[in-house]
């Protein structure tokens, strides 16, 4: 109980530590904060994120070590950490399950480990302790994002982490692409590249024919479909430096229309 108390201080910080360490004693107290609690819908959309930022922070490192971009990469590592940690408090203040309790202690724990590995500098060995560390995060991020998901029991629930999880696969591609180019568990990297477009097409499809959907969703949807065809073009260019900084930048947008989508999803599980 001592190491798993200090884990959670190491991740979380003041008023999250103290949330999510009653809730340890206690799954379904209130949290400590004076803070608004999540929503579900928030809740399910914020772990997703997490696993999103998992990717992101690692294709941001590899821009940064291969000067692909280097100021924008420096920025985007440092929002994406940031915004990681800041997202771990919130998460810390809704703990309905223990299954959700016991995802966010493994979760804080990982996170710990690949944000010191973040902060190492470039070279064939530390960038190959990142490929191992972003991994472990990825998946105790999901972990946690199931958790919320069967806690809610809902079909839009599910949609949520659908549509958050191509987030996710959007810089997962980037970030693999990245990998190989690097030179650092290049054939896993190609390999795991194919299996992430796979799956971010047919993620796609089902989002699109779900009945749930409103016209703006379509719409939105639409316009993530077309910048999905960008980023399969810029992927069939090669490595050369233009097409890399093209799947920067192709990432990037997809990120952003998925997160509108995402967004839009959480508002209707308020109103359905």
């Known amino acids: 109980m001592i190491r798993r108390r200090e884990l959670i201080k190491a991740a979380f910080g003041g008023v999250g530590a103290l949330a999510l360490s009653k809730a340890m004693a206690a799954p379904a107290a209130a949290p400590a904060s004076s803070e608004p609690m999540l929503s579900l819908a928030q809740a399910i959309n914020k772990a997703g994120r997490q696993r999103m930022l998992s990717q992101r922070c690692a294709?941001?490192?590899?821009?940064?070590?291969?000067?692909?971009?280097?100021?924008?990469?420096?920025?985007?590592?440092?929002?994406?950490?940031?915004?990681?940690?800041?997202?771990?408090?919130?998460?810390?203040?809704?703990?309905?399950?223990?299954?959700?309790?016991?995802?966010?202690?493994?979760?804080?724990?990982?996170?710990?480990?690949?944000?010191?590995?973040?902060?190492?500098?470039?070279?064939?060995?530390?960038?190959?302790?990142?490929?191992?560390?972003?991994?472990?995060?990825?998946?105790?991020?999901?972990?946690?994002?199931?958790?919320?998901?069967?806690?809610?029991g809902t079909q839009v629930g599910r949609l949520i982490n659908v549509a958050g999880r191509q987030r996710m696969l959007s810089q997962r591609m980037a970030k693999f692409v990245f990998f190989a180019r690097y030179g650092v568990e290049a054939k896993a990297s190609v390999d795991a590249l194919a299996v992430a477009r796979d799956e971010f097409a047919k993620a796609l499809d089902l989002l699109k024919a779900a009945p749930q959907n409103t016209a703006q969703i379509n719409n939105e949807l639409a316009l993530a479909d077309q910048q999905w065809f960008f980023f399969q073009n810029a992927l069939g260019e090669g490595n050369s430096p233009k097409s890399m900084q093209v799947i920067a930048t192709t990432s990037e947008r997809i990120l952003e229309q998925l997160n509108l989508v995402v967004g839009l999803y959480e508002q209707l599980a308020t109103t359905s």
């Open 59 to 152: 294709k941001a490192w590899l821009m940064k070590a291969m000067s692909v971009m280097p100021d924008k990469a420096a920025e985007l590592l440092q929002s994406s950490m940031q915004l990681f940690d800041a997202q771990m408090q919130e998460l810390s203040r809704l703990q309905p399950t223990a299954e959700v309790q016991t995802a966010l202690v493994q979760l804080a724990a990982d996170w710990q480990s690949y944000r010191a590995a973040l902060l190492v500098p470039p070279s064939p060995d530390s960038a190959a302790q990142l490929y191992a560390r972003n991994e472990a995060v990825l998946n105790a991020a999901h972990a946690a994002t199931l958790a919320y998901e069967r806690s809610s």
